[in-house]
């Protein structure tokens, strides 16, 4: 049985390298597309924001010298590439899905509406949105927050290449300990690292919870739906 019915999928664009610095990793993201299959063969309704760091990230270019916006811009059309990465190794698998972009740009995708996006996943379609908000000055944690929130997921899934959240930064503080669940408040205040500020707000004042796990090993994501305690929940 899966645990949610309508989830929001943030995936790393850096994870997408599968530990090289640029680029897209065909096995990782053959990975994903089965890990993501898994799941909608149980029938769950999925919404994906993919991150574009593996490519271009706008905040590390302006300060290199980018314009802010452009650099920004940059980096939307960066999650616009990952997401027609994912949206052939979805289609490689045999699961229907629609890549839908912030910015109008068809035919690369369709543009987004929320209305559009629910009814392609009640038709059992996996949606892919790209481009992030549209503007500059977001990031995709913003993004996927502000996706989550207006397809009316159950949860956000974060997954990253790390198992939850901790204390610390467990690849910097060996000794980092980890929460199996926090609140918003608490995430807060201790100023953990788990989205940006702004996502959390949105999260927190919207009711959707976080739960955050390491999707970089294979078979997580059906655990998470299955309920297996792998990763952090976060909370209002």
Request: hydrophobic share 40%.
């Amino acid at each position: 049985m899966a645990r949610f019915k309508r989830i929001l999928l943030k995936l790393s664009g850096e994870s997408l390298a599968a530990g090289g610095k640029f680029g897209i990793d065909a096995e990782r993201l053959s990975d994903y597309a089965r890990q993501i299959k898994e799941i909608h063969d149980m029938g769950v309704e999925i919404g994906i924001v993919i991150g574009g760091g593996n490519i271009f990230r706008g905040l590390s270019g302006a300060q290199k010298g980018f314009d802010r916006v452009k650099g920004d811009q940059m980096g939307m059309m960066a999650t616009v590439i990952n997401s027609l990465a994912l949206s052939s190794g979805l289609d490689a698998v045999g699961v229907k899905n629609k890549v839908l972009t912030a910015i109008r740009m068809e035919p690369v995708g369709e543009f987004y509406s929320k209305w559009k996006a629910i009814d392609y996943m009640q038709q059992g379609y996996v949606c892919i949105f790209s481009a992030g908000t549209g503007s500059p000055y977001f990031t995709t944690d913003t993004g996927s927050s502000l996706r989550g929130v207006e397809i009316e997921a159950d949860v956000m899934l974060k997954g990253t290449r790390v198992d939850g959240v901790y204390t610390a930064d467990p690849e910097k503080d060996p000794t980092a300990t980890k929460f199996s669940d926090i609140t918003y408040s608490e995430v807060l205040a201790r100023n953990l690292k788990v989205m940006d500020l702004s996502a959390i707000v949105m999260c927190n004042d919207n009711h959707l919870p976080i739960y955050v796990f390491n999707m970089d090993i294979v078979g997580n994501l059906k655990k998470v739906i299955e309920g297996e305690d792998i990763g952090t929940l976060v909370h209002a």
